[in-house]
């Protein structure tokens, strides 16, 4: 195995492409002037404080640290991207740990904190703002003084004071009409959810129920309280709300676009409008690459990439996302194609985009060389590049972090045949990841197909006997599972029982939808309940393998007209099941 040479700008395969990594980073000379600020939570005398402390502090975050005229201020999903990195667990931070912090966002200023209580009632907000270059000597102190209410209506001017003492310039900050109850609430849970957590239905509730009332209800109502089956009207409505409460701040776009970046679509007027207002923030930019993915104009999405790097040059993440912006570029050439469909003078440009990927991807790691997250991103970025050296980054990222999502996900990727070809290096990738299913998307079906085609059934019933043990709760895993008893065992006892589980987990699965729908024709005779099943799968999914199942039922049900019309609905969606038998059935040609 070849160990990565963290300082390395060239491997065999880039060299081939005559692009040299390091000319690709050193030509984007960052933009002068630029400004940018954390604000982290604040340490409370009292424990039971800590919730609306949080809730103040981010309040102050969003509408300072997003005000557009900063350029390098920290996302607000990130905050939990430096647990890992930093050793810590919560945005409690202050001394060199907060000045460790600033640094790993690329930040020119933070700010610390402290919730003093004074008596029952009665508190002082204390704030420190430092700058990242001279941490130890506070450039501005506020206080607000008094009771919860007292503080609340001070958060304004407070916000106000910092960007003018960033940023020079003079800010207009919103008022708010949150309650203290209401500011607890939004401090209670972290930034943004890790996989395996989940908010009480009380709370979401809640959240949804104030979203209206403030931009900060708004954002944390969108990272904590949609489910994962996301109703797209809510979710829209939930971005159109956020754009009218903060119209002006780069923060917003910014999580508007990293969560869903479709939801930009109908909003790209104004936010290019804003972009153009302020061209050297690195949040706006990385809104417009968003965009410009949503649109599949990945060459855009890489010049407004370079634009956010160039803002903020050392924050690792906008790094990481312009190694993404080349690979939604280098999708757009190939379109889905394998290798072998490629033509000569595409991958001339190929190779070309890809060693730029990955030289985005090893400065990610250069600056944070502590986070698995961009050891994992490198590994996806160098495979393309050098197999080499992608499982080496992948094996820097677990040694880091045994858990990151992105490291266990990649590295199941990275042993598939058309990789490495290392079916025991797969097979122990597979065995850990279903060890963590808990604290990842597991993807059992992947699973399935790579060792049923390596004939290794051993490993794969124990890998997903595990994996539903470790995560009983996931759906997909249940569904899955369930399908490997029902269809290669046999075992209708064991499946039954899991599909009813994946759709008490999820009532949309369409696997598990499909697999008691077979169920129930095959095996109880229950055509009515087993048509109405097929129907649903279809409608939850319409691909190919579900127009098929539902085109065999109907014609082996004496509707061969309607069956024949799905099997060539299937054909059309690239369904080449030879053996399936909706063509016998239908008399249609696989």
């Known amino acids: 195995m070849a160990r990565i040479a963290v300082n390395a700008v060239q491997s065999k395969n880039v060299a081939a492409t005559n692009a040299d990594p390091a000319l690709y980073v050193g030509a984007l000379t960052p933009f002068q002037g630029g400004t940018g600020l954390v604000v982290f939570d604040p340490v409370c005398d009292a424990p039971g404080d800590n919730a609306f402390g949080a809730g103040l502090t981010r309040w102050l975050h969003l509408h300072g640290a997003g005000h557009a005229t900063l350029e390098q201020s920290a996302p607000w999903g990130t905050f939990r991207n430096m647990e890992q990195p930093l050793g810590v667990s919560n945005a409690q931070l202050t001394g060199p740990k907060a000045h460790e912090g600033a640094n790993y966002f690329g930040v020119t200023h933070f700010v610390t904190s402290r919730l003093r209580r004074l008596g029952a009632e009665n508190f002082r907000l204390e704030l420190s703002l430092h700058t990242t270059k001279a941490p130890e000597k506070p450039l501005l102190s506020l206080q607000a003084t008094g009771g919860r209410d007292k503080i609340i209506a001070q958060l304004p001017a407070m916000a106000a004071k910092l960007v ?220 393309f590049v050098d197999v080499d050296e992608g499982l080496a980054a992948l094996d820097k990222a677990l040694q880091l972090d045994p858990n990151n999502p992105a490291a266990l996900s990649w590295g199941m990727q990275l042993t598939q045949t058309k990789w490495t070809g290392d079916i025991e290096r797969y097979v122990a990738f597979a065995r850990d990841a279903a060890k963590r299913a808990d604290k990842f998307p597991f993807n059992a079906y992947h699973v399935i197909n790579v060792l049923r085609a390596a004939e290794r059934t051993q490993d794969l019933v124990w890998i997903l006997e595990t994996a539903h043990k470790t995560a009983p709760k996931n759906a997909s895993i249940c569904a899955e599972l369930g399908q490997w008893y029902h269809y290669n065992d046999r075992n209708y006892a064991k499946a039954r029982p899991l599909y009813h589980a994946a759709l008490k987990i999820n009532p949309q699965n369409a696997s598990a939808v499909n697999g008691l729908a077979d169920l129930t024709y095959f095996v109880d005779g229950n055509n009515a309940e087993a048509e109405r099943l097929y129907r649903l799968a279809y409608k939850l999914r319409p691909d190919g393998y579900n127009a098929a199942n539902l085109g065999r039922f109907l014609a082996l049900t004496g509707r061969k007209a309607e069956g024949v019309k799905l099997a060539n609905e299937a054909k059309t969606l690239g369904f080449e099941d030879k053996n399936h038998q909706v063509w016998g059935a239908t008399g249609v040609s696989p």
Do not use: C
């Open 164 to 383: 003018q003492a960033v940023d020079g310039k003079a800010a207009a900050m919103p008022k708010t009409s949150l309650s203290a109850s209401d500011f607890a609430l939004l401090g209670k849970y972290p930034h943004k959810l890790k996989y395996e957590e989940t908010v009480a239905p009380a709370d979401a509730k809640q959240l949804l129920a104030m979203q209206h009332k403030d931009a900060l209800a708004a954002l944390v109502a969108r990272r904590l309280a949609f489910n994962d089956n996301r109703d797209s009207s809510a979710w829209f409505e939930n971005a159109r709300t956020l754009a009218r409460l903060a119209p002006q701040n780069a923060l917003v776009w910014s999580d508007i676009a990293n969560q869903d970046e479709q939801r930009l679509v109908p909003f790209a007027t104004p936010l290019e409008t804003l972009a153009a207002k302020y061209p050297h923030s690195a949040l706006l930019a990385f809104a417009e690459m968003k965009l410009a993915s949503s649109r599949n104009q990945g060459a855009a999405g890489v010049q407004h990439a370079e634009r956010a790097v160039r803002a903020a040059p050392r924050n690792a993440l906008m790094w990481q996302f312009l190694s993404d912006a080349h690979a939604d570029q280098a999708g757009d050439i190939r379109r889905g194609r394998y290798a072998r469909n490629v033509r000569r003078d595409e991958w001339q440009k190929l190779n070309a985009i890809y060693a730029n990927g990955y030289a985005s991807a090893l400065q990610a790691t250069r600056l944070a060389p502590k986070d698995a997250l961009m050891w994992a991103e490198l590994a996806s970025a160098a495979t």
